[in-house]
């Protein structure tokens, strides 16, 4: 059996920036601090986090007055800032620098009188951050049939965002809908999808085809991964999304000789490393690595936490 190992593959650097600030915070401060839902979408991280003193919660309401909250790199809602403030909570934010910019594009396009069509998935935590700037001017959109269906009077001034970890694919459908019914409707001044979720999905793309089964390591509620897995479906290729080795089924590999291997943009390299461990060790597997495109994105750690490490 062959092994195409897909490079650029795991972690973003949206990921290794809120993950690198939850280390730094435990070791400042230590246990217990409280993180504003999952820092990340994935269960290892999550897990090894909560084993070294994290709590997780669903809302701020949960967390003691005066306590330290982390915001996830998923984004959150003005309305969230408001009650960490009055709560007294210090607040270190781990927003990944993309979904930000988002955030941004939505306030710029309120003040200039836009409605703006978001294209995502309604119940993701980014989803639910950034229609939390301006609830009144935002419509959630997740597919071309959702689009067909607005009432959106065709003479106003209409603009549309992206979550950044949709299916490239998909959001090109939804946007050719978008321009069709609205002609006029103004795009945001760079694409929203985040160079991670494209550039693992154009690994995808491209190596599937060369593939019998594609595995992507990730968690069932990473967008991202999810993603991955639905564009090698796309291209005619069995694919499944696993967490961690445990969940390979020996059915799947039944005359297979090629097995793509991804992860997504919250998966731990660790975690491919033991599925291609097993591979090695069931199939007398050799691994290829394939590269796509090289990476070198990095964001600085956020000012909220310079500032705690300074008064730390």
């Known amino acids: 059996m062959k092994i195409l190992l897909a490079n650029p593959r795991g972690f973003c650097a949206g990921v290794n920036m809120a993950i690198d600030v939850v280390d730094q915070v435990l070791k400042l401060k230590g246990p217990p601090i409280y993180v504003f839902h999952e820092i990340v979408h994935n269960k290892h991280v999550v897990d090894d986090f909560r084993a070294r003193g994290v709590t997780f919660v669903e809302d701020v309401s949960e967390v003691p007055e005066g306590g330290l909250v982390v915001y996830s790199a998923h984004g959150i809602s003005p309305e969230v800032r408001r009650q960490s403030k009055e709560r007294k909570l210090v607040e270190v ?27 995502g998935h309604r119940r993701h935590d980014e989803a639910i951050g950034t229609v939390g700037e ?38 090109n459908r939804i946007i050719a809908a978008l321009k069709k019914k609205f002609p006029n409707i103004k795009a945001p001044p760079k ?22 089964l594609v ?7 990473s967008s991202n991964s999810l993603r991955l897995v639905e564009t090698a479906r796309e291209l005619g290729k069995p694919a499944y999304l696993i967490d961690d080795q445990s969940e390979l089924n020996p059915a ?61």
């Open 93 to 119: 934010d781990a927003t990944c620098p993309l979904v930000t910019k988002v955030h941004f594009e939505v306030l710029r396009f309120v003040r200039d009188s836009y409605h703006i069509i978001f294209i």
């Open 134 to 171: 301006a609830p009144q001017h935002i419509t959630v959109v997740e597919s071309p049939e959702d689009v067909e269906a607005l009432q959106i009077d065709p003479s106003a001034k209409i603009a549309y965002v992206t979550q950044t970890t949709l299916s490239v694919f998909d959001a």
């Open 215 to 221: 595995l992507v390591i990730g968690s069932k509620n």
């Open 252 to 312: 799947w590999f039944e005359g297979v000789d090629s097995v793509m291997i991804t992860a997504g943009a919250s998966a731990p390299e660790h975690l491919v490393q033991s599925v291609i461990d097993r591979l090695t060790r069931d199939f007398g597997a050799e691994t290829e690595l394939r590269t796509v495109v090289e990476e070198d994105v990095a964001f600085e750690r956020p000012k909220s936490l310079r500032t705690l490490a300074v008064v730390g």
């Open 191 to 212: 694409e929203d999808i985040c160079y991670a979720t494209t550039n693992r999905q154009s690994a995808v793309s491209q190596l599937s085809r060369e593939a019998d």
